[in-house]
T-cell receptor, first 115, second 111 residues
Framework: AQSVTQLGSHVSVSEGALVLLRCNYS??????LFWYVQYPNQGLQLLLK??????LVKGINGFEAEFKKSETSFHLTKPSAHMSDAAEYFCAVSGSGGGADGLTFGKGTHLIIQP | KAGVTQTPRYLIKTRGQQVTLSCSPISGHRSVSWYQQTPGQGLQFLFE???????NKGNFPGRFSGRQFSNSRSEMNVSTLELGDSALYLC??????????FGPGTRLLVL
């Protein structure tokens, strides 16, 4: 069984400040980890993923995340927030078997950017 | 490449009716998954199809069903609609069993 916990349903940062969105997971098998972003009235867009190999992964729009097995975490960061980053962010996990098992999502974090 | 497309984008139905939603995956992708998104329950996995076979199913009642055609296009059906079925239904396709790419969703409102 797998689960994902996203700490903070809402996170507010100033434009230009560091963005940090927290994600902790539990998985009985080596996990594949994902961050998706959802803009209003749209589907989910893949930001980045970790499957194997390098634990620091870079994604689109300047986001990156680090897989820390000892902490069972996969936090998302961006050095400098932009107004266009305001959206809902979802962390997800799947078993190393991939898509057949389906993704298990966290509840989401709404990112608010203050001008 | 064109992305995942879903039709219709919006749908209004009444309790007791049934509904069919359609999903066309990215060209070359053979795996299609369906998810339900609601404010209360969040994103939940419905089922996954690969080469016309359902490989896995989430914890949903039998009123929710799906199928996949030989061209990888997929449909999901919900029978005897309930108010709680109001949701955004998302389809995702995958080529590598690893990364899923999502469509824009179909927003279903049950009155």
């Amino acid at each position: 069984a797998q689960s994902v916990t996203q700490l903070g349903s809402h996170v507010s940062v100033s434009e230009g400040a560091l963005v940090l969105l927290r994600c902790n997971y539990s998985s009985s098998v080596p996990p594949y980890l994902f961050w998706y972003v959802q803009y209003p009235n749209q589907g989910l867009q893949l930001l980045l993923k970790y499957t194997t190999g390098a634990t620091l992964v870079k994604g689109i729009n300047g986001f990156e995340a680090e897989f820390k097995k000892s902490e069972t975490s996969f936090h998302l960061t961006k050095p400098s927030a932009h107004m266009s980053d305001a959206a809902e962010y979802f962390c997800a996990v799947s078993g190393s078997g991939g898509g057949a098992d389906g993704l298990t999502f966290g509840k989401g974090t709404h990112l608010i950017i203050q001008p | 490449k064109a992305g995942v497309t879903q039709t219709p984008r919006y749908l209004i139905k009444t309790r007791g009716q049934q509904v069919t939603l359609s999903c066309s995956p990215i060209s070359g992708h053979r795996s299609v998954s369906w998810y339900q998104q609601t404010p209360g329950q969040g994103l939940q996995f419905l089922f996954e199809y690969f080469s016309e076979t359902q490989r896995n199913k989430g914890n949903f009642p039998g009123r929710f069903s799906g199928r996949q055609f030989s061209n990888s296009r997929s449909e999901m059906n919900v029978s005897t609609l309930e108010l709680g079925d109001s949701a955004l239904y998302l389809c995702a396709s995958s080529a590598d069993q690893e990364t899923q790419y999502f469509g824009p969703g179909t927003r279903l409102l049950v009155l």
